[in-house]
Nanobody
Framework: VQLQASGGGLVQAGGFLRLSCAAS????????MGWYRQPPGKQRELVAV???????YYADSVKGRSTISRDNAKKMMALQMNNLKLDDTAVYSCKVGARPTDSYSFRDYWGQGTQVTVSS
């Protein structure tokens, strides 16, 4: 299972961005999909997660200005973030809980991080 994240970059405060994460490989099923971020000098934190049934959870810091979505058929996930703040600067990574076709077990898979920098 491989994850490819994209969409990061330099954005002005108050702006918006859309991050995407595409899963590929021999995947039998994907359960939860989520975005995490690691701000400079801080620990990684959960941003948002979406279940296979579409139930969502958002961290308080992004609630109300972010939307997580997924396309199960395409095995893709997206995170739309609006009204970006300086504190949103971080490396964003996607994670999925998936079962590959050659296994009966689910495990977490991580994509490479994508840098988001919010400037004033």
């Amino acid at each position: 299972v491989q994850l490819q994240a994209s969409g990061g970059g330099l954005v002005q405060a108050g702006g918006f961005l859309r991050l995407s994460c595409a899963a590929s490989g021999n995947i039998f099923r994907i359960e939860d999909m989520g975005w995490y971020r690691q701000p400079p000098g801080k620990q990684r934190e959960l941003v948002a997660v979406i279940s296979k049934d579409g139930e969502t959870y958002y961290a308080d810091s992004v609630k109300g200005r972010s939307t997580i979505s997924r396309d199960n058929a395409k095995k893709m996930m997206a995170l739309q973030m609006n009204n970006l703040k300086l504190d949103d600067t971080a490396v964003y990574s996607c994670k999925v809980g998936a079962r590959p076709t050659d296994s009966y077990s689910f495990r977490d898979y991580w994509g490479q991080g994508t840098q988001v920098t919010v400037s004033s």
